[in-house]
Nanobody, 118 residues
Framework: QVQLVESGGGLVQAGGSLRLSCAAS???????????MGWYRQVTGKQRELVAD???????NYADSVKGRFTISRDNAKKTVYLQMNSLKSDDTAVYYC?????????WGQGTQVTVSS
């Protein structure tokens, strides 16, 4: 079993920055390789969409809408993934979810709200 706990969401003005963290726990994390940890976001009434993800080898992938503004990073020793969000826009307002995928397994965090005021 894997548990993902997100933190760092909140209210910020447009143009500001936030840093999300997702701490993972579970012995299976040390067993499954390769694996991917990532951030998704969802607005009420819309589909959940990928924001960015990163493999345990360090390869990253970003949605076009956040390229150049968001940076994903990962500390494998701490089992933590981060999302640094800069130059935030009102369109970035959403619930952000942490995700872990490895093999046939996938886990989600409970989500953290990010609200960007214009």
């Amino acid at each position: 079993q894997v548990q993902l706990v997100e933190s760092g969401g909140g209210l910020v003005q447009a143009g500001g920055s936030l840093r999300l963290s997702c701490a993972a726990s579970g012995t299976i994390l040390s067993i499954i390789s390769p694996n991917v940890m990532g951030w998704y976001r969802q607005v009420t009434g819309k589909q959940r969409e990928l924001v960015a993800d990163i493999t345990n080898g360090g390869s990253t992938n970003y949605a076009d809408s956040v390229k150049g503004r968001f940076t994903i990073s990962r500390d494998n020793a701490k089992k933590t993934v981060y999302l640094q969000m800069n130059s935030l826009k009102s369109d970035d307002t959403a619930v952000y979810y942490c995700n872990f995928k490895g093999g046939l397994l996938a886990y989600w965090g409970q989500g953290t709200q990010v609200t960007v005021s214009s």
